[in-house]
């Protein structure tokens, strides 16, 4: 009991911490928020079986989440009204972050479809990709990683150690990503704890982020705050209509939930949902997709699934891999069932034992752990 009660103590003292880090007013761009944000989704990514999150990141994998991150944000904030890039950083009215400006400039150049998805781009400009990677990589290198711990004057590393510091040389980190001799160690070391913690923490952490970082984004601009969250952080941006034929004939067209018949009408009309809820992590991957009634989905709302609906998910999964291969390589729809599995992991196995699930209607179901984890292959 004691080591458990120091166990949480400890979780709330880092929360503490990013709690101070987020009120610190030494950044000018919105890279805290990014960093923070990445470094959780990378702990929920790369959970291990049972649920064992890692002991180090990369610089690389960070870069991809960070692109991942901004991606909707360097979209027209109300293109329909002539549109514009918001800004998030406050120097001169006309500077923009960095990192914000080579995502942009990328999504300009390498697809012409405004509503794009990152995958559609990146499908479509392997290349630019490659090297939009290697430059947000730098920046991330550079800035804000040596700079996030600071504390007024003080640096306290008590969430991850790296081997350089601000003064790193852009031409070592250059060898390192041509893959040439070099001396440079790209890695994040997390640590000890610190990566179960953001597990722990992170369907609290992530709304604060999300509003804290709109807040910001809205004084940079001139616009009032609550218009902004959805713009940045919505799932709505990416219409799901595309696979929602082949998920309702991949599913016999049943509810996923409910498992009856869908019809073409309210309230059994058939609407695509995120079964890992979009709020505790956004996963547009076509494993994290299935057909649900528009009722069921509107009693499911941001819950998690119970086990009995997290059995049928997962054998899913392995079932109808090859159907929902053919589907998103047909729709050009991203997959990622590994991620999707781990995400799944993090999230369901760290629950506490007094967690309460959804189950159907406003029913609500104990957690079934050993079910759970049978499930999750763990």
């Given amino acids: 009991m004691a080591g458990s009660q120091e166990s949480v103590q400890d979780a709330i003292r880092v929360a503490e911490k990013i709690l101070t880090l987020l009120d610190e007013g030494r950044f000018t761009a919105t890279y805290k928020y990014a960093v923070l944000l990445g470094l959780i989704d990378l702990c929920l990514v790369n959970t291990a079986p049972p649920a064992t999150p890692?002991?180090?990141?990369?610089?690389?994998?960070?870069?991809?989440?960070?692109?991942?991150?901004?991606?909707?944000?360097?979209?027209?904030?109300?293109?329909?009204?002539?549109?514009?890039?918001?800004?998030?950083?406050?120097?001169?009215?006309?500077?923009?972050?960095?990192?914000?400006?080579?995502?942009?400039?990328?999504?300009?150049?390498?697809i012409r479809d405004p509503s794009a998805s990152l995958f559609q781009a990146r499908r479509a400009a392997p290349g630019p990709y490659k090297k939009l990677l290697q430059e947000v990589e730098w920046k991330l290198i550079e800035m804000p990683l040596p700079r996030l711990q600071v504390i007024g004057n003080k640096e306290?590393?008590?969430?991850?150690?790296?081997?350089?510091?601000?003064?790193?040389?852009?031409?070592?980190?250059?060898?390192?990503?041509?893959?040439?001799?070099?001396?440079?160690?790209?890695?994040?070391?997390?640590?000890?704890?610190?990566?179960?913690?953001?597990v722990q923490l992170n369907t609290l952490l992530r709304p604060f982020i999300y509003r804290q970082w709109a807040?910001?984004?809205?004084?940079?601009?001139?616009?009032?705050?609550?218009?902004?969250?959805?713009f940045l952080f919505g799932a709505e941006r990416i219409s799901t209509e595309a696979v929602r034929a082949g998920l309702q004939e991949i599913q016999r067209n049943r509810c996923f939930y409910c498992e009856s018949s869908l019809a073409n009408s309210p309230p059994?009309?058939?609407?695509?949902?995120?079964?890992?809820?979009w709020s505790r992590y956004p996963d547009n991957g076509i494993e994290n997709l299935v057909i649900a009634h528009e009722r069921c989905n509107s009693f499911?709302?941001?819950?998690?699934?119970?086990?009995?609906?997290?059995?049928?998910?997962?054998a899913s999964m392995r079932n109808n891999s090859d159907g929902l291969e053919r589907l998103a390589e047909r729709e050009?729809?991203?997959?990622?069932?590994?991620?999707?599995?781990?995400?799944?992991?993090?999230?369901?196995?760290?629950?506490?034992?007094?967690?309460?699930?959804?189950?159907?209607?406003?029913?609500?179901?104990?957690?079934?752990?050993r079910a759970l984890e049978r499930a999750l292959g763990s």
């Fill in 156 to 198: 306290d590393a008590f969430l991850y150690t790296i081997r350089w510091d601000q003064h790193v040389r852009r031409a070592d980190v250059s060898r390192y990503q041509r893959g040439e001799s070099h001396a440079f160690d790209n890695r994040i070391y997390l640590n000890p704890k610190v990566g179960e913690y953001l």
């Fill in 215 to 230: 807040a910001k984004v809205a004084h940079i601009n001139g616009l009032e705050e609550y218009r902004l969250e959805k």
């Fill in 332 to 369: 050009k729809w991203e997959r990622h069932p590994d991620r999707t599995l781990s995400v799944a992991r993090a999230i369901y196995l760290r629950l506490p034992d007094d967690a309460s699930l959804w189950g159907q209607a406003r029913e609500f179901v104990t957690i079934d752990r």
């Fill in 54 to 110: 890692p002991d180090s990141l990369t610089t690389y994998q960070l870069a991809e989440k960070i692109v991942e991150i901004y991606w909707p944000q360097s979209a027209q904030y109300e293109a329909r009204d002539g549109g514009r890039v918001l800004k998030q950083n406050e120097g001169r009215r006309d500077s923009q972050a960095e990192i914000l400006s080579a995502i942009t400039k990328f999504r300009e150049a390498s």
């Fill in 300 to 314: 499911k709302r941001d819950f998690l699934a119970g086990h009995e609906h997290v059995i049928r998910w997962a």
């Fill in 268 to 277: 059994t009309r058939p609407v695509v949902d995120h079964f890992i809820p």
